[in-house]
């Protein structure tokens, strides 16, 4: 990409551990601490200008096109600084907020607002962060890349790998991924490596694959897709004025995007972008909730389970950004809960039948948003941001059962109508509409 400015184009990033502070360049191509085996964490220099300046310097980019039309790469300073000619781009971002009434008045919420992330280009959030994660492993020169996943991932990583002409390996559970996910994955010509095991399975074999083998790992615990997942944040409150909402609810399950949230609102906040913080709700699956779990037990303990729910994109039993996710809630003052499959494939019919659509996952934004409002804990007034992390077509297979095949059917099912080719079945159909 061309004609990127920067208030602070040479600024040093540095990579550190966040157990033992060990500090490593940020072209140092570990996964994680060489030292104590660790989470890292990117750490830039900070800009050259703060607050309302950098503000400015942010939504200039967005007027003069400069930041190539990625609302990643316009906050640049605190993405990538040193980026430099590598960046690989769709772009990504700009993703819109919507406010719909229907929406709103199922989950209790009056200003409750979608950040609708399947507008990205491989219908997901994780493009953000495989932008910055793929512009890496360009800059260090990678031979190869590879991640574990559930679907959303390995579709991303095999998009910008192919971009970047860089090959790529992924790794998913055999039966667990959805079907748009899987074709985007051979589509875009990742090898696709089915597993037998769940995604805890496969997240175990590549980080020994990787470190065998000398192949990029870029799943989530990568500390540079953390980085380009947190314009997520930084966009939606440019988006609201920078005025930061009460809340910001998101689904769960790796914690790689709850962990970026809470890196983005730490750093918006240190910068003087905003001067609230808003609160964090992580909303996991019932049958995959160990996040959950252990915030119940004000995180005292950290629980693994086997999981299983039918969103298969956060069918995850043993959260690698476990402790990262920890220091998101507890910054933010934010709320960790689980809703059931049957309120998540509700919420989901609501956003689906409002005309905007999602994944199931995604709906778990929405089904914990309502959670939360029965149980008190969100008020009917607040200002909300219910993330929608994935695209409708991701699972048809899901969305096709719900509306065709179980029983009893459900209250939003709308079943197709098999009819004669005669007008008047048709209208015997629309009689009854
Ligand atoms: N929503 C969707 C649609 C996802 O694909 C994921 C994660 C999440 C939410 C949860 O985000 O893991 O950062 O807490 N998908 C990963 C994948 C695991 O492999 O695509 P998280």
């Not at 095991?197 to 615990?221: K, P």
């Not at 004025?241 to 983005?264: C, I, Q, R, S, Y």
């Not at 920890?326 to 933010?332: D, K, Q």
């Not at 934004?365 to 149980?375: C, F, K, N, P, T």
Request: charged share 20%; net charge neutral; proline share 5%.
């Amino acid at each position: 990409m061309t004609g990127l400015t920067s208030v602070s184009a040479q600024a040093a990033s540095y990579q550190r551990c966040a157990v033992c502070g060990h500090q490593f360049p940020d072209t140092d191509a570990s996964p994680t601490c060489a030292s104590c085996g660790g989470l890292l964490e990117v750490v830039h220099a900070p800009p050259s200008v703060r607050g309302v300046h950098l503000r400015g310097v942010f939504s200039a980019r967005r007027t003069n096109g400069t930041d190539g039309g990625s609302g990643v790469w316009r906050y640049r300073e605190m993405v990538l600084p040193g980026a430099g000619d590598h960046i690989v781009s769709h772009p990504e971002g700009n993703t819109p907020l919507l406010s719909r009434a229907r929406v709103a008045a199922w989950a209790g919420v009056d200003a409750l607002q979608l950040k609708h992330e399947g507008h990205n280009p491989t219908g997901s959030f994780k493009d953000r962060g495989m932008t910055v994660g793929v512009t890496q492993a360009r800059r260090i020169g990678a031979r190869a890349v590879a991640c574990a996943s559930t679907g959303n991932t390995s579709a991303s990583l095999a998009s910008y790998a192919a971009q970047a002409g860089i090959p790529a390996l992924v790794f998913v559970p055999a039966g667990q991924v959805a079907l748009g996910k899987l074709a985007q994955s051979l589509a875009y010509g990742a090898r696709t490596l089915m597993v037998k095991g769940d995604f805890d399975a496969c997240l175990s074999l590549v980080q020994q694959a990787s470190t065998r083998l000398g192949i990029y790992l870029l799943n989530s615990i990568n500390p540079f897709r953390v980085e380009g997942q947190k314009t997520i944040v930084l966009e939606t409150l440019e988006q609201l004025g920078w005025e930061a909402p009460d809340w910001l609810v998101l689904p769960a399950g790796n914690l790689g995007n709850t962990a970026a949230f809470g890196k983005a609102l730490r750093e918006a906040h240190e910068l003087g972008l905003i001067t609230r913080v808003p609160r964090i709700a992580a909303i996991q699956a019932e049958g995959a909730s160990p996040f959950a779990q252990s915030f119940r037990d004000s995180f005292a303990k950290r629980h693994k389970v086997k999981a299983e729910t039918v969103a298969t994109a956060i069918r995850i039993g043993d959260p690698a950004s476990f402790d990262r996710g920890v220091n998101a809630i507890r910054f933010t003052d934010g709320v960790v809960t689980s809703v059931t499959d049957a309120e998540i494939l509700d919420a989901k019919a609501v956003v689906d039948a409002a005309g905007v659509g999602c994944e199931p996952a995604s709906a778990a934004s929405v089904a914990g948003v309502r959670r939360l409002v029965r149980e008190g804990t969100i008020r009917s007034s607040d200002r909300v941001v219910a993330v929608l992390t994935g695209h409708i077509l991701k699972d048809p297979g899901a969305l096709l059962r719900y509306h065709q095949e179980l029983s009893p059917a459900p209250e939003f099912a709308n079943p197709p109508v098999e009819i004669d080719a005669t007008i008047e079945a048709v209208e015997r159909v629309i009689e009854r509409f």
